[in-house]
């Protein structure tokens, strides 16, 4: 057994020779190149399996149906050109389990005999984006990818073996991802209209790597919807751009592309909170911004609780209007004392 991948490196020998041996060291190669190799019955067994699993049987076939017009000229004259298939792969999921599920399509390309325009049936018929594969087995490829943090590489091993399927180990994921962002591009602009066109807006980012490189995650997101984008940098000329126009109240952390926006803001408390503990750390001596963080703390968490119990009510919320005022006036007392001496 060879070493697996992602502990290999990158190694440069003085004789070819070396290198071509050394490619052969990863996993299964004894068993998939040595010993079947060696093992006649077991190479007789491995080209049988293959045969017996290449094509997939179809579990069903639609008989696409015949367009109105033709969608260039609006014309209602025309005929049969050719006749094609499509083979849809997706998974079926009933109320025990999940079963791969294929559909082959039969349809007719027709010729106009106005324009001579050449068209296959409105919408295709079959599932959306040019790979072949179904909008269930997309959904559970990238659930289990995104929502359950599967590499994509392990995500088309468990496809081909679970359900049988033949995929491009390392690219089928990767392919059905491109698909979905295409075929949802629609969806996710929509979201970003709403979000930017609201009366509230939570704003936030945060550095990532992807391949070396630096870039940043921004997340829109409101009480019902939220919305992700990438950007290279941390720049905040787009972010006035995008909200040129946005009315509502927008709530983010203390960065200052944020506080460019022309609109009513209020600032995050959980960054805030955050923002005072890291204080607090870096100055243990200093206690004046104890009492101010401790007393903040204490005024907050109640307030929390309610909260918590009774949700964004006011009459609930009410109550802690005095206890804010008694920490503006234990503020403005402390401020005082300082000055004095």
């Known amino acids: 057994m060879g070493t697996p991948v992602w502990f290999q490196k990158k190694n440069t020998f003085v004789f070819p020779e070396l290198d071509v041996i050394n490619n052969a060291a990863y996993w299964d190669y004894q068993r998939e190149r040595i010993y079947v190799k060696s093992n006649r019955r077991r190479n007789h067994e491995v080209r049988r399996n293959a045969r017996s699993t290449k094509v997939l049987s179809p579990s069903t076939t639609v008989e696409c149906a015949r367009p109105r017009s033709c969608p260039k000229c609006s014309s209602p004259h025309f005929f049969k050109h050719t006749k094609s298939s499509k083979t849809i792969l997706d998974l079926k999921f009933m109320k025990h389990g999940i079963k791969w599920w294929i559909t082959r399509y039969r349809f007719h390309y027709y010729r106009c005999q106005n324009c001579g325009a050449v068209f296959p049936p409105k919408g295709k018929c079959w599932a959306f984006g040019?790979?072949?594969?179904?909008?269930?087995?997309?959904?559970?490829?990238?659930?289990?990818n995104i929502e359950l943090w599967l590499p994509q590489i392990h995500v088309d091993h468990s496809l081909n073996k679970l359900f049988g399927f033949h995929f491009l180990i390392g690219?089928?994921?990767?392919?059905?991802?491109?698909?979905?962002?295409?075929?949802?591009?629609?969806?996710?602009?929509g979201l970003l209209t709403r979000l930017c066109n609201g009366r509230l807006l939570h704003a936030d980012e945060t550095k990532i790597g992807i391949r070396g490189n630096d870039g940043f995650v921004w997340v829109f997101a409101n009480m019902e919807e939220v919305a992700y984008f990438y950007t290279e940098t941390r720049e905040g000329d787009w972010l006035r751009t995008m909200l040129k126009d946005f009315k509502g109240v927008l709530v983010s952390d203390f960065y200052a592309a944020y506080d460019a926006i022309p609109c009513p803001q209020q600032k995050c408390l959980i960054h805030l909170i955050r923002d005072l503990n890291d204080d607090v750390l870096k100055h243990p001596y200093d206690e004046e911004l104890k009492r101010l963080a401790l007393a903040f703390a204490v005024l907050l968490k109640p307030m929390v609780k309610t909260v918590?119990?009774?949700?964004?009510?006011?009459?609930?919320?009410?109550?802690?209007?005095?206890?804010?005022?008694?920490?503006y006036r234990q503020i403005s007392r402390d401020r005082v004392v300082c000055c004095l001496s």
């Open 171 to 189: 690219d089928t994921t990767h392919r059905i991802k491109e698909q979905a962002a295409e075929m949802y591009h629609g969806t996710y602009e």
């Open 308 to 327: 918590d119990r009774y949700g964004l009510k006011s009459r609930f919320l009410r109550k802690h209007l005095s206890a804010v005022d008694r920490f």
């Open 130 to 144: 040019k790979f072949r594969l179904g909008s269930e087995i997309t959904a559970y490829a990238i659930y289990l």
